[in-house]
């Protein structure tokens, strides 16, 4: 199992459809016992949350944001965890809007320094 989300930061590899995450936007990531929380903005996203769970490599999760618009939407994904070979953490997410049509993938990983 790759080490402990806590206290880690992630950002996009690649920017998503406007309206969501996008190449500005930072996950402030925090996990106890098997929990995953987060908080995020940047980009077309004023503030979003994230809440749910890890099993290994295997994160379970929801997701709500505030877009610039003034829109909400919501949604459910699930993530792999790995590391890389210079050992910053990837995310590789597969996600479902729930308060809308749409699905998709995207990656996020720790920021080089």
């Not at 995450?21 to 949350?49: I, K, M, N, S």
């Not at 995310?91 to 320094?113: H, Y």
């Amino acid at each position: 199992m790759a080490r402990s989300l806590d206290g880690l930061v992630f950002v996009p590899v690649a920017d998503q459809a406007p309206g969501q995450v996008g190449l500005q936007t930072r996950f402030a990531y925090r996990e106890q016992d098997g929990r995953v929380w987060a908080e995020y903005a940047g980009g077309d996203v004023v503030r979003g949350y994230l809440v749910g769970t890890r099993a290994g490599d295997r994160i379970d999760f929801r997701y709500v944001q505030l877009r610039l618009d003034g829109t909400t939407a919501s949604g459910h994904c699930t993530s792999l965890v790995t590391e890389l070979p210079d050992g910053r953490l990837r995310l590789e997410e597969t996600w479902t809007w729930e308060s809308q049509e749409g699905s998709g993938t995207s990656v996020v990983e720790q920021p080089r320094d």
